[in-house]
């Protein structure tokens, strides 16, 4: 159980400023029986109809519905689109102070009309002339009063005109001034404005309308990614592939991951990529995850997106459910499923836990634990009992033989995790294959780590880390002096004989 008296610390400091174009998406449904006698032309027999932020405001709900704080930046028409948007947006608790409400400039309005799954037709209303330098001068006051305490940004730009080249050029240059991560998605095809964003995510069409160059071949597609990160001075690339996934590339390295799509049927690809700019966003800036981690779970949501129909958002047991059905992990799919954790899924089972109960206390631990014994069980009950939620992080057997040597261990890591999955006190178990459990902490940020009385806290991994987020070091007493060690000691002695 999870108590009610426990300290709590947020992922990350301030809301997420998100600026860009506005739009406010119609979806028209109903069942086509008959031509029109007027002209060749399906005549759509209304059943629904249905509104829905989009642009930039779809990116907003959809950080929103991961539990992020969110401000909200673009224009507005005077007029009832307008306001309809403004009242769907504040339905999800996002700060729409910020937007500018410009007389004369409609908001956008794209009506898709669908009969039978099918879209029939798309009629959008919109102006798309780039705001004038007064409008241009007021968005980036609004925008300076909010950029040093947010947690990070993100630029929506489906060139509508909001995000002229001045006013991009002036955000991403405050931005950086505060070492603020921005990143963009941009519809224009010569986005030399965007020089200096964090991460920019291009589909593939538009990877390929940005660098003049055919993707026939994925290694056409590497040699435009680079040439595009290269050319804006990006860290990291996020290309989208539609059914086939996502590729990522970064800048310090020469290899390309790439994340195979799992989407068995296609139900509708609107505001899909809307749906991975914001997973991304909130994964690398409120989660706090490596951008392989914020990645992987991108694509992970961008395949649930392209499942359901019209503009939806993503939340995070949605997500955690998705990633535990589609792990990669062999031991995922051997071991318990209720303890067996991959660091990805572990984070969204952390965040969970934190919006539904606040107060909660993370703790963590971490060991090789080869030939679990009594001492491991009375050292992980006390570790439990200092807090909510005990996770193991537990060495792999290339970390252990890192650590011990070739002859260790001795029981297989498969076998760990499972034996360590079977104590009540143990509430997550996750391999990790490094040498010691930093990233892990870093990732983590519990509120205790935990070690034995064996280690002084200067010899404590991440000590440093977690004091100086808040969290505390605890070294629990050992007092029965067995170890796995001494057992195989005693093993060979009398078998020896």
Known sequence: MLSEDSAARPYAEGPLLVVGDLILDQFIRGSVKRISPEAPVPVVEQQEAAFYPGGAANVACNLAALGASVVLVGAIGDDEEG????????????????????PGRPTSLKTRIIAEQQQIVRV??????????????????????????????????????????????????????????????????VPDHYCGVTALTPNMNELQLCTGRLLRSPSDVDVAARELMTKIQASVLLVTCGQDGIKLYESGSQQSTHFPGHARIVADVSGAGDTVLAVFTWALTIRRSSVHQAAKLANHAGTLAVSKKGISTIDVNELLSFVMDHSTNSLDRRLSPSKNRTLEQLLLEIHTVRQSQPSAKIVFTN??????????????????????????????????????????????????????????????????????????????????????SDYELHQ??????????????????????????????????????
Do not use: W
């Open 83 to 102: 306001r309809q948007l403004i009242c769907s947006l504040s339905q999800s608790k996002i700060d729409t102070s910020l937007i500018q409400v410009i």
């Open 124 to 189: 959008d209303r919109e102006s798309t002339a780039p705001l004038g330098e007064q409008d241009v001068s007021r968005v980036l006051e609004a925008i300076q009063g909010c950029l040093v305490g947010c947690a990070g940004l993100v630029l929506s730009d489906y060139n509508k005109g909001f995000l002229t080249p001045s006013l991009v050029t002036a955000i991403i240059r405050q931005a950086q001034s505060l070492e603020k991560t921005v990143i963009a998605d941009t519809k224009h095809q």
């Open 367 to 452: 060991g090789c634990f080869d030939m679990l014994h009594a001492e491991h069980v009375s050292y992980l009950q006390k570790a439990k009992a200092l807090g909510d939620l005990l996770l193991v992080g537990l060495n792999s057997d290339s970390s252990v033989r890192q650590i011990k040597g070739n002859r260790r261990p001795i029981i297989p890591e498969a076998q760990r995790v499972q034996t360590l999955a079977g104590l009540d006190c143990v509430d997550f178990v996750v391999l990790f294959d490094q040498e010691t459990p930093l990233d892990l902490i870093q990732a983590i940020k519990p509120d205790f780590l935990v070690k034995g």
């Open 460 to 497: 404590v991994v991440g000590r440093d880390f977690v004091e100086a987020n808040g969290g505390r070091v605890k070294l629990l007493p050992s007092n029965q002096g067995i170890s796995t060690t001494k057992i195989i000691q005693e093993i060979m002695d009398r078998y020896s004989e």
